[in-house]
């Protein structure tokens, strides 16, 4: 079992940048696959990035490459999320998920451990 728990979404000014954290605890954790998924008000879940367990594999979709980045600090079971030049469209709930010894990939179903979601708000 591994649990998530988000945290640093808030308000911010089109064009600025917030940093996310997702920690994990479990006994599986470090091995996991960590992704971030988005859902905004009326519409479904997105896939935003994924990254490896070593970090060394990392997929972005097309809506975000070259303004958000993914990292990993493994000794701290922490996933983090720099999104910069955000945009109104960015606005949405953030959610932190984890897949257990298995490569990166956009589908939520594939992903078997959720955290609880953090707002991102950007305003125009």
């Known amino acids: 079992q591994v649990q998530l728990v988000e945290s640093g979404g808030g308000l911010v000014q089109a064009g600025g940048s917030l940093r996310l954290s997702c920690a994990a605890s479990?006994?599986?954790?470090?091995?996991?696959?960590m992704a971030w998924f988005r859902q905004a008000p009326g519409k479904e879940r997105e896939f935003v990035v994924a990254?490896?367990?070593?970090?060394?594999?990392?997929y972005y979709s097309d809506s975000v490459k070259g303004r958000f980045t993914i990292s990993r600090d493994n000794a701290k079971n922490t996933a983090y999320l720099q999104m910069n030049s955000l945009k109104p469209e960015d606005t949405a709930v953030y959610y932190c998920?984890?897949?257990?010894?298995?490569?990166?990939?956009?589908?939520?179903?594939?992903?078997?451990?959720w955290g609880q979601g953090t707002q991102v708000t950007v305003s125009s």
């Open positions: 990254i490896s367990w070593g970090g060394g594999i990392t």
């Open positions: 998920a984890a897949r257990p010894a298995r490569p990166p990939v956009s589908g939520a179903r594939e992903y078997a451990y």
């Open positions: 479990g006994r599986t954790a470090s091995s996991c696959t």
